[in-house]
């Protein structure tokens, strides 16, 4: 059973930065893809960023600003958050799909979530 540990969350101004972190334990293949996802409140889930063996990819609204990277000897994922913006207040879930390849649907695996909260 895989289980993901997330951290980082917190309170910051516009223009601050943050950083979370996402421990995996369980995988079947460390190669699988894994993700970030937020959730900001009245809002669908939608996908930040995520990363596979041979490519990162982000979603237009962080291109820029977020940078996922990963250290796969210790199954951890990290998103770096620069110039965060109120837009970008939400509960930021890491996931872990079950193959190595990034599509929405093959991500079975949630995080409990962090919050991020950007003040004007």
């Known amino acids: 059973q895989v289980q993901l540990a997330e951290s980082g969350g917190g309170s910051v101004q516009a223009g601050g930065s943050l950083r979370l972190t996402c421990v995996a334990s369980g995988l079947a293949d460390s190669s699988n893809c894994m993700g970030w996802f937020r959730q900001a409140p009245g809002k669908e889930r939608e996908g930040v960023a995520w990363?596979?063996?041979?490519?990162?990819d982000y979603a237009s609204t962080v291109k820029g600003r977020f940078t996922l990277s990963r250290d796969y000897a210790k199954n951890t994922i990290f998103l770096q958050m620069n110039n965060l913006k109120p837009e970008d207040t939400a509960i930021y879930y890491c996931?872990?799909?079950?193959?190595?390849?990034?599509?929405?649907?093959?991500?079975?695996?949630w995080g409990q979530g962090t919050q991020v909260t950007v003040s004007s």
């Open positions: 990363i596979s063996t041979v490519s990162t």
């Open positions: 996931a872990a799909a079950g193959v190595r390849w990034c599509y929405e649907h093959e991500f079975t695996s």
